[in-house]
């Protein structure tokens, strides 16, 4: 079963999703995109969930989101508001900065998963909504790669706990170099490893 294109034709509709909610380091990015006409062309070229696909083909659908969607932006929630807010709220915050910076307003908001602090703007939840709803498919490359590029730039800051390969996630080598490093100021401290 194939991304649909819209939830309701004839009306705005933004997909938003996140990327990091279970890491250990860095910020909670999200992603707001308003399609428009390109829509179909991104699903030909094999846009899906952000999780489905690789780097390369991450990369090359961010490129073309970037420059043929209606709207987009991206919203990010920081380690310090992870910690004061819990790591739920903080994700809709940058949902939120996401929504509230994009250029064209939409009607209407799809948001992946199944819990969101509500907007102005009207929304649906949409469970697994990254692999069901285009925009949603769409906001989650955009949310994965941004944040992404930014762990690499920290991991070349510090090495020692391999960002460039774990960005973040609890692997066993991130964990590992958390046990004989302790913490950096990018770490969430209240997180369990």
């Known amino acids: 079963m194939g991304l649909k294109l819209h939830a309701l034709k004839g009306r705005t509709e933004a997909g938003v999703d996140e990327a990091g909610r279970g890491c250990l380091a860095g910020p ?10 390109a829509g179909k062309a991104w699903m030909r070229a094999g ?28 919203g990010w929630a920081t380690v310090e508001e992870i910690e ?5 709220k903080a994700s809709h915050l ?7 910076a994009l250029q064209v307003e939409p009607e209407f908001l799809l948001i992946d998963g199944n819990r969101f602090e509500a907007h102005a703007i009207p929304h649906s ?5 990254d692999g069901r709803f285009l925009s949603i498919a769409a906001a989650s490359v955009l949310a994965k790669t941004h944040r992404d590029a930014l762990m690499l730039n920290l991991a070349a800051e510090f090495p020692v706990y391999g960002w460039d390969r774990s960005k973040g996630y609890p692997t066993k080598a991130h964990k590992a170099a958390l046990s004989v490093h302790g913490t950096c100021v990018h770490h969430r ?3 369990k490893w």
């Open 125 to 129: 939840c949409e469970i697994k909504g």
């Open 28 to 37: 909670v990015t999200a992603a707001a995109v308003i399609p428009g006409k």
């Open 189 to 191: 401290k209240t997180f």
């Open 94 to 100: 940058a949902m939120h900065r996401a929504i509230d």
């Open 47 to 74: 846009l899906n969930d952000s999780k489905q696909l690789n780097a390369t083909t991450r990369q090359d659908l961010r490129v073309r989101i970037e420059s043929e969607a209606a709207a987009w932006a991206v």
């Open 84 to 88: 004061t807010l819990n790591i739920l």
